[in-house]
């Protein structure tokens, strides 16, 4: 069992629907990470939130809005994506690295996005 | 900047054998590596890390790691292959700045009966 939480498992969308992913973790992490995974590829790294606050955005465009509201949950707002936005959508979380050695990050099983 | 290789796309071993996945990085001070696992559908699973002493690591489901500075290897093992670890192996390594990982491609391991 995993100890980060997604929801929805899948998610199926129009290109002009509204939709946000969840992610939750009760690990006391204050690091928490979206990563968007193609098919047998390595995850790719979208955004790095640290104490609950955006530390790094990998120029994602705008139709991907991260949102931080504490420090146990992590959303990713999902507004006119495009075909090629369908990925496997991964949340992970882990203590923050900044003046520690850097910590193990622990995977949540994905939300499986595929836009229409 | 950080980089990592797994020269192997794809490995197919029988069950019970031996296996061996490789893992190459590039990082200019003291790495700090990782193996994750990857069943299908599901996410990555930390199989073990490196961050200092002892460089050989043992970490879940019979698995270990030998980090090699001189060679800049960090090389997966496991003495006796079991069908359930056919999957996709990632090799990834973190720097001191933040919480950045970088992976390398995978490897997919298949299991032949």
């Known amino acids: 069992d995993t100890e980060v939480t997604q929801t929805p498992k899948h998610l199926v969308m129009g290109m002009t629907n509204k939709k946000s992913l969840k992610c939750e973790q009760h690990m006391g992490h204050r690091a928490m990470y979206w990563y968007k995974q193609k098919a047998k590829k390595p995850p790719e790294l979208m955004f790095v939130?640290?104490?609950?606050?955006?530390?790094i955005n990998e120029s994602v465009p705008s139709r991907f809005s991260p949102e931080c509201p504490n420090s146990s949950l992590l959303n990713l707002h999902l507004h006119a994506l495009q075909p090629e936005d369908s990925a496997l959508y991964l949340c992970a979380s882990s203590r923050p690295g900044t003046g520690a050695p850097n910590q193990p990050q622990h995977f949540g099983d994905g939300t499986r996005l595929s836009i229409l | 900047a950080q980089s990592v290789t797994q020269p192997d796309i794809h490995i197919t071993v029988s069950e019970g054998a031996s296996l061996e996945l490789r893992c190459n990085y590039s990082?200019?001070?003291?790495?700090?590596l990782f193996w994750y696992v990857q069943s299908p559908g599901q996410g990555l699973q930390l199989l073990l890390k490196y961050f200092s002493g002892d460089t050989l690591v043992q970490g879940i489901k019979g698995f270990e790691a030998e980090f090699k500075r001189s060679q800049s290897s960090f090389n997966l093992r496991k003495p006796s292959v079991h069908w359930s670890d056919a999957a996709e192996y990632f090799c990834?390594?973190?720097?001191?700045?933040?919480?950045?990982?970088?992976f390398g491609g995978g490897t997919r391991l298949m299991v032949k009966p």
């Open positions: 990834a390594v973190g720097g001191d700045a933040g919480n950045m990982l970088t």
């Open positions: 939130y640290s104490y609950e606050k955006l530390s």
């Open positions: 990082y200019g001070a003291t790495p700090y």
